[in-house]
C-alpha cells in the first residue's frame, strides 16, 4: 500500500474512513486540553477535521502528514487558513521530528499488519520525553483490509515493548457505525 494505492483511494473516492467532521471521542479529548502550545501530530491525516477543529480553537502547533498529495490537497482547499509549514506530505515513517502529543485516528488499521511493530517503533521515537500517543483503534478481527482489523490483546502486546504506560478502554462515545468496535487508547 503505497502512495499510489492511497492517491488512487482518494481518485476513486473511496475514503470510508472519512466521517465528514471530528470524531466524539478525539472532539472530547481535545475539549479537555488546556496547553494550546503542545506540539501535535496527525499522522495519515486525510481530511483531518481533527487538525481543523484544533486550529479553530487556537492550537497553534498542529501538523499533519499524509502519504496522499490527493488527500493533502484536499485538506489544503477545505482549510486555507492551516499554516503551510505545518502540511506534510511524505512517508510517516520518514519523519524526524518531536512531538508532545500524537493522535492515532483510522492510520494503525490502514497499513499493513506486518509494519504493525515498525508503527510503534515509530511513534515511540517521535514523541518527546513525557509524550503520549492517543486515539481511537479499531476492535474487530485482523482480516483483508485496509482497514485492518485488531483486538486489544495485540495492542497491549506489541504497545508494551516500547511504552511503559498502556491504556486500552472501551470508546463509550464511538460515532453510531463504530460503537462497540473502538478502543479509546494511551500509550506513553
Known amino acids: 500500500m503505497e ?7 482518494w481518485i476513486d473516492q473511496q475514503t470510508g474512513w472519512d466521517i465528514g467532521y471530528v470524531s466524539t471521542p478525539l472532539k472530547a479529548y481535545f475539549d479537555g486540553l488546556n496547553d494550546k502550545n503542545i506540539k501535535i501530530l496527525i499522522p ?7 487538525a481543523e477543529y484544533l486550529n479553530n ?3 497553534k502547533n498542529v501538523f499533519i502528514i499524509d502519504i496522499s498529495e490527493h488527500a493533502i490537497n484536499s485538506f489544503k482547499a477545505r482549510c486555507p487558513e492551516f499554516p503551510i509549514e505545518h502540511i506534510l506530505c511524505g512517508d510517516f515513517f520518514d519523519l524526524d521530528d518531536e512531538f508532545d502529543l500524537i493522535i492515532e485516528q483510522t492510520f494503525f488499521c490502514a497499513i499493513n499488519p506486518e509494519m504493525r511493530d515498525r508503527y510503534v517503533a515509530k511513534m515511540r521515537d517521535l514523541l518527546k520525553p513525557g509524550g503520549k500517543l492517543v486515539g481511537v483503534m479499531f476492535d474487530f478481527p485482523l482480516e483483508s483490509g485496509p482497514p485492518f482489523g485488531g483486538c486489544k490483546e495485540e495492542y497491549e502486546e506489541r504497545f508494551s515493548k516500547h511504552f511503559s504506560h ?5 470508546a ?8 462497540g468496535r473502538e478502543f479509546w487508547v494511551e500509550f506513553s
Do not use: A, L
Open 3 to 9: 502512495k499510489e494505492f492511497w492517491d488512487q483511494r
Open 44 to 50: 495519515g491525516c486525510g481530511n483531518s477535521y481533527e
Open 57 to 59: 480553537n487556537s492550537f
Open 166 to 170: 498502556i491504556s486500552i478502554k472501551r
Open 172 to 179: 463509550e462515545n464511538s460515532i453510531e457505525p463504530r460503537q
